[in-house]
């Protein structure tokens, strides 16, 4: 069985439904702070919060667990320069009581959802693993730290563990049933489609003088059904190896704001206002990943574009407003 922290969230729950179609059973461990009970249509679901650790002691003792994927933290950069203090305790501390249960269970696989915050100003593109790593914010810092802990219970421990760098997680289930719901939401592509659905609100587009081709921010959008698979493969990886690794998860290519709000408008069939702000302190002009070595260790890669982004970000959104509608 796979413990799933945080399996009610956005990529928690695609993963999940992916483990379950491939046969894995799922004990999905979640507080529901974030997540969404109604995402989770497949494994056993246990409500419960890391900070507790009889509980999460609870869900190990009550349940076979031979590998954690763990999705659960915080990721609201703005708020971590804030309220670090929440970060270093529900991202770090949590994770800590995590690594413990599983030394104590002898559980010894780990798949941790880490984050291209970790290297920060990036000095070179595409973004290999190898860069320099040195976060900007509390958040990118927290799962730094979370790394070298990995690390660390590797050496001293034998927790064998693939940290995966998400760049920018987008779209959603093919199929319709899970998407992305955040509250705040403060992505760009959720944005975009809320002014579509005539939400009541522009878009904000913040900066349009960057050194781009097109004046805005270029980030590496990568599908939330190939964010799942490269868990899978993670999953295999330390199986088949026992070997613990980095790995960046992106597909190599960059949007800009600019072209995101057109493709937006193209596949939604609507015109939407978009007002124009200031740069946000801390955003880097361009972010892309490298994921050659992703491919050599895991053999995955990515398989759906920024078409298919837009189009299963668009049904899901459009669907999430109709039920609104009718509630």
């Avoid at 199929?175 to 522009?202: D, F, N, W, Y």
């Amino acid at each position: 069985m796979i413990l799933v922290v945080g399996g009610a969230g956005y990529i928690g729950s695609h993963a999940n439904k992916l483990l379950n179609e491939k046969g894995y059973g799922t004990a999905v461990f979640d507080n529901l702070v974030y997540g969404h009970r109604e995402f989770v249509r497949e494994g056993e679901f246990i409500l419960g919060d890391l900070a507790d650790r009889e509980q999460v002691r609870l869900c190990f003792e009550r349940n076979p667990i031979e590998a954690v994927m763990h999705f659960g933290a915080f990721a609201y950069v703005g708020e971590s320069v804030t309220d670090p203090a929440k970060y270093y305790r529900n991202n770090v501390a949590n994770t800590l009581t995590l690594l413990e249960t599983m030394r104590e269970f002898r559980v010894k696989h780990f798949v941790f959802s880490s984050s291209c915050a970790v290297y920060g100003h990036a000095e070179a593109m595409p973004i290999t693993e190898e860069h320099i790593s040195h976060p900007i914010n509390p958040y990118g810092r927290s799962k730094l730290m979370i790394e070298e802990i990995l690390g660390d219970y590797d050496r001293a421990y034998g927790i064998k563990y693939v940290s995966l760098r998400y760049f920018n997680a987008a779209g959603a289930d093919p199929g319709g049933e899970i998407g992305e719901r955040h509250v705040p939401e403060t992505h760009l592509i959720p944005l975009a489609m809320q002014a579509a659905l005539g939400k009541g609100k522009s878009l904000v587009m913040y900066g349009t003088d960057y050194p781009t081709p097109d004046g805005t921010c270029i980030r590496d959008y990568i599908h939330v059904t190939d964010l799942a698979e490269a868990h899978c493969k993670a999953l295999e990886h330390l199986k088949r190896t026992g070997r613990s690794t980095c790995c960046n998860l992106g597909t190599g290519k960059g949007a800009s704001v600019k072209e995101i709000v057109t493709l937006v408008k193209e596949v939604s069939g609507r015109d939407f206002p978009v007002e124009v702000a200031a740069r946000r302190p801390g955003d880097p002009p361009v972010l892309v990943a490298d994921y050659r070595k992703t491919q050599e260790l895991l053999g995955w890669r990515p398989e759906k574009d920024m078409g298919e982004i837009i189009l299963t970000a668009w049904a899901w959104h459009s669907k999430e407003r109709n039920r609104e509608k009718s509630h």
